[in-house]
Structures are given as C-alpha cells and as structure tokens.
C-alpha cells in the first residue's frame, strides 16, 4: 500500500536522463521489500546488465512535516530549470544560473506522455459524491484578451489595458530568456 510518483531529472554536463519512483509506503520493512524487489525487477532479463544499484536507493521516514514530505514527492514529472553543474550546484562560488533546456523537457514529456505520473496503490480511496453541473449563461458584456510576450501580461488590444500588471522578478526574465534549444 502506498503512494508512488514518477521524475525525470536531465543531467546537462553528462547529457544523460534519470528517470526514477518517489515511494510513500507504511514502514521500513515495506520499503525495504520494495527496494529488494525493483533491483531486482530492474536487473536486465535477456544481457543480465543490471540498470539499477544499490548506490542510487534510498529511504527515509516522513519528517514531522507530513506536508512538505508529500509536497516533495508530488510536486512534478520533471524540474524546468536545471542546475547546468549537478554536482556541484550550492558548492561553486562562480556558481552557474540554472537554465531550461527545452528539447531535454520535450523529450522528457514525450516519454512520459499518457503514463501516470502520481498514483496511489494497494487502496481504493472513498467515493466522492457527484457534483452538480454548473448553470451555464452566456456573457454578453465581456473583454478580449490577447497574451502580449512583450509585456508579460494579458492585454485587451482595443484599449491597451493590462490584466494582471505582474511583473516578473529579474532571475526568471533572465532564465526565460537564456532557454538551451541545443542540448537534450
């Protein structure tokens, strides 16, 4: 029984993908069955080559903060911004902004398309009662908006007006506008 999501992390420097499981089960003894068990499903059947380790298998229990701790688990399929140094991402003084590397993510996506990233097993949660259809009704006093890359911002064309007024902080103007379209 237990909660399971699927990541994929791009390793810019050594150009490879790791696709892995984030597990929330009941106790030590589960995850430890569950360890044992994927090496040894992982080991290659017809070459024998293994394509998982000991090296890269891991548990912990839930920390006092129960939320963060799913927060992590669920949290996405793939990170959009990678540290370009993994190893040494918080150790460098001349440290590397992280950058999106936009046909890794594409080929992430690609892979992990019609698969379920976040899934629970060995339960049934409780039916949720139906809900009502909403009343639909036309609007005839409405605004166009049109999204203006320029601005950041959604902007009706007639007038000019802005809908938001966000304006992004300087690092992520600077991330979006150094996307790798070279590496995947």
């Known amino acids: 029984m237990g909660i399971k999501s699927l990541e994929c992390n791009f390793n810019p420097k050594a150009q490879t993908y790791n696709p892995h499981l984030h597990l929330i089960v009941p106790d030590k003894e589960t995850a430890i069955i569950f360890i044992v068990e994927w090496q040894r499903y992982m080991k290659g059947k017809k070459t024998g080559k293994k394509y998982t380790g000991a090296w890269g298998q891991h548990y912990r229990p839930i920390k006092k903060d129960r939320v963060k701790d799913l927060i992590e688990t669920i949290k996405y399929g793939s990170k ?70 320029t601005v950041n911002d959604w902007m009706n064309p007639q007038t000019g007006e802005l809908l938001t007024g966000y304006v992004p902080p300087a690092q992520l103007s600077y991330l979006l506008n150094t996307i790798d379209t070279d590496l995947e």
């Open 80 to 149: 959009i911004f990678t540290e370009p140094d993994v190893k040494n991402k918080s150790k460098s003084k001349n440290k590397i902004p992280p950058t999106i590397y936009a046909n890794a993510l594409d080929n992430i996506f690609a892979a992990m398309k019609g698969k379920r990233l976040f899934d629970r097993f060995g339960f049934d949660l409780p039916k949720q009662p139906k809900k009502s259809k909403a009343n639909a009704q036309f609007l005839t006093n409405y605004k166009e908006w049109a999204y203006d890359i």
